[in-house]
């Protein structure tokens, strides 16, 4: 019974679900009481987690793990996902479409995420990767009346499952080679295996996998449709947390890659990724019109950066990733929270030309978007150029300068396209003259997004020896 | 041991005959003198109206739906009920909560599903 | 050539064949049934590895569920006779190395493993019991799980097809 203590973040996520459904059921008044409470979950099993980060254990018959980095991942898609509820209730309210099952999928899906963090075994990846997944799916296509959303949801979900083949392949060929499923196995006899042919293109298909999921190059294709398509709302959970779990998940099942020298024959796939991604993601961006597809190319290139963390394979790397997934998951939720406020009904105000002027009309929304999309350049002093920074490090000490330098001249191409909204906003003048809705709700989370930004770039030393304490 | 099986092949290949030879014999013994009169859809009744192509309703794919993840939660009762036995009395009462826990999960969400209507026919 | 190889090569046939016909045949409906004999090919060759839960769950899930609910699919669509299904190539030089590659490394994989040889003699009891024992002992975590996952698609399914 006392393996039960470990797990608490999972079981307040796991009972919400189930309470929000009779809440759903039985509640007229549903739509009010469901984002407060689904926020509260957030919060309890985000804070139990941090709560019980000093402890770590491997539970459940080697199944799940909990505490240390695992528990920092359960803190930030928690909060990132209570972030984006707060935007929800607003933007919901502005396109008529109260559907209960949006919160009850949004808990579910962080329920995944967390799965995919703590997993211990190939077989808990997969189920965490698939509740994320099967909510992220049903979730794009939510507003049933748009003919994007229901693309966006057909093609995610046609991809997806795709991606979620390959997974299972490479699981089952990894679990052929050596006869168990468990990611501490792997971890001990990585070397034993490091010549089985069988082994390493097992492990090559579950790294496209999950690939997928975080919009690296090449399994890209999904994404700018996916994000532009879905609820802005839904597109900021799937930019955040769906890629910082796939991170979660390619960190633990190639950690013996990773931490034990020597033995990261990963490291010209990751390196291809990572030029391909970051190059790919910063000169296309610059194309766009759309502000949504624009993020999502961005999206990409950023996937670029964090994959030089897993390329350089050493602990700085880990580290250096967990800290830039941390960042990029307030910088992000805060950008898209910003567009769903600025968006119209029926999809308007999605256009780069409709941030013109927002200085004159917005000043407090024009301000927070500045200071996000100065992070997401990478200019100091926000937590967008202290990721960088870790992550160009790692590569570094791993004797892979030029894939830094790679990285340094990507994030002076995607300058541009960041700086571009600036200049927009303060700069020119309003084309086409329309309201923005007030949203105190979306507001504040806003805000909250913004001060963490800030706060990352202030003390990032802090919680990177926190970070790098649990990584070993 | 392939042996078991043989029952199961004897009942595959009846099947097969009996449904190739109900089909085949009919066709070979039974008198055939079609005239157009036999050959129309109904022989007395009304003209048929369109095509047989008629789009169903999309309540049947809900359905449909259900009854799959209703058959897959049967599924995974099946092997928790051949060893209960033994589980009971190597872990005790907790594993008919264990399958309890999972059996609640699910049917809260048939029960979600019914109070939302999707059950309802018109 | 003795009798498990007989009926291992039958299997498999059925399945290769009736897999043919699903992706080439223009009748969606066609396609849906020969879908049956490809699924009904591949539980006995589970029955053949011994997986005789496997094999049932493969007849009980996919013949009797799945493949309803792809007629239904199809059912639910405007046209079923003579579809066009292929929708063109585009992307021809990508998919052509995506592919090549592909089928590169899985070749490479057949040829360079030493697989390892299990005897074909198949296990004497059912697996019924053990899985039992396994998912009430080691995997009883994954086993809860399957529970949300289960209930996360059946929502997210309500959801999609509700009006």
Excluded at chain 1, 124 to 134: P, Y
Excluded at chain 3, 31 to 36: G, P, V, Y
Aim: hydrophobic share 55%; glycine share 8%; proline share 2%.
């Amino acid at each position: 019974m006392n393996e039960f203590y470990y797990i608490i973040p999972f079981i307040i996520l796991a009972a919400g679900i189930l309470i929000s459904l009779v809440i759903e059921m039985y509640f007229t008044s549903s739509e009010k009481i469901l984002p407060w409470f689904s926020i509260l979950t957030f919060l309890a099993s985000g804070f139990s987690a941090l709560f019980l980060v000093n402890n770590v254990k491997v539970v459940f018959e080697n199944m799940l793990m909990s505490g240390g980095n695992v528990n920092f991942f359960i803190f930030i898609f928690n909060l990132g996902a209570a972030l984006v509820t707060l935007l929800s209730i607003d933007y919901i309210k502005k396109y008529h479409t109260y559907y209960g099952e949006y919160y009850i999928l949004l808990m579910s899906s962080v329920l995944g995420m967390s799965l995919m963090a703590g997993a211990k075994d190939l077989i808990v990846i997969f189920m965490g990767l698939e509740i994320m997944s099967v909510c992220f799916y049903a979730l794009a296509g939510i507003n049933r009346n748009k003919l994007k959303a229901n693309e966006a949801s057909l093609k995610y979900f046609l991809l997806g499952s795709f991606a979620t083949g390959f997974l299972v392949y490479g699981m089952a060929l990894v679990y052929g080679s050596m006869q168990n499923t468990s990611l501490e196995y792997l971890f001990l006899n990585f070397t034993k295996f490091n010549t089985n042919i069988l082994f390493l293109a097992g492990l090559l298909f579950i790294l496209f996998g999950l690939s997928f999921k975080i919009a690296a190059f090449p399994f890209h294709m999904w994404v700018p449709d996916v994000y532009q398509g879905s609820a802005t709302t839904v597109s900021a959970l799937m930019s955040t947390g769906g890629k910082a779990a796939a991170f979660s998940a390619i960190i633990v099942s190639f950690a013996s890659v990773l931490t034990v020298v020597n033995t990261n024959v990963f490291a010209p796939y990751f390196g291809a990724i990572a030029v391909f991604s970051m190059l790919f993601g910063s000169i296309v961006a610059i194309a766009q019109t759309d502000i949504k597809r624009m993020m999502a190319y961005s999206s990409i290139a950023h996937a670029g950066y964090m994959t030089i963390g897993l390329a350089s394979g050493n602990s700085y790397g880990v580290s250096g990733i967990i800290f830039y997934l941390a960042a990029y998951t307030f910088m992000n939720i805060g950008a898209f929270g910003i567009i769903s406020i600025v968006e119209g009904k029926n999809d308007t105000n999605l256009t780069i030309k409709s941030y013109a002027g927002l200085a004159n009309k917005k000043p407090i929304l024009a301000g927070l978007l500045a200071i996000i999309m100065f992070s997401l350049a990478g200019l100091p002093p926000f937590a967008g150029f202290f990721g960088k920074y870790y992550i160009f490090i790692a590569a570094v000490k791993a004797k892979l300068t030029w894939l830094a330098i790679v990285g340094v001249i990507s994030s002076a191409i995607s300058v541009y396209f960041y700086i571009r909204i600036i200049v927009l906003m303060y700069f020119k003048e309003s084309e086409e003259d329309f309201v923005i809705e007030n949203s105190n709700t979306g507001l504040l989370s806003v805000i909250i997004a913004v001060l963490f930004v800030i706060l990352l770039g202030i003390a990032p030393n802090s919680v990177i020896n926190l970070i790098s304490y649990f990584a070993k | 041991m392939i042996e078991q099986y043989i029952p199961v092949f004897i009942v595959i290949i009846v099947a097969v005959i009996f449904a190739v030879a109900t089909v085949v014999m009919s066709k070979l013994m039974g008198p055939q003198r079609p005239n157009s009169e036999k050959e129309s859809t109904y022989e007395s009744g009304l003209k048929p109206i369109g095509t047989t192509n008629e789009r169903v309703s999309i309540k049947y794919y809900l359905v449909a739906m259900l009854f799959i993840v209703f058959d897959l939660e049967v599924i995974f009762v099946y092997p928790w009920a051949v060893q209960f036995k033994k589980l009971y009395s190597q872990i005790g009462i907790s594993i008919f909560f264990s399958m309890l826990v999972f059996l609640v999960v699910l049917e809260l969400g048939f029960l979600y599903v019914y109070k939302k209507g999707g059950f309802k026919w018109d | 050539m003795n009798l498990y190889n007989i009926i291992f090569y039958l299997f498999a046939a059925i399945t290769l064949v009736s897999a043919f016909f699903v992706v080439t045949t223009r009748n969606v409906i066609y396609s849906a049934f020969n879908l049956l004999l490809t699924f009904f090919g591949v539980a006995g060759i589970y029955v053949l590895l011994g997986a005789d839960f496997l094999a049932v769950v493969q007849i009980i899930v996919y013949v009797g569920g799945i493949l309803i609910l792809l007629l239904f699919g199809v059912m639910l669509t405007n046209k079923i006779v003579n579809v066009q299904i292929r929708t063109g190539a585009t992307q021809i030089l990508p998919a052509t190395i995506a592919v090549g590659a592909f089928s590169g490394i899985l070749i490479s994989l057949l040829v360079n493993t030493e697989w390892k040889k299990v005897g074909t003699a198949l296990p004497g009891a059912s697996t019924t019991a053990n899985l039992g024992m396994l998912m009430m002992n080691e995997y009883i975590l994954i086993f809860e799980l399957l529970g949300i996952l289960l209930l996360v698609a059946l929502i997210g399914a309500a959801t999609i097809a509700r009006k």
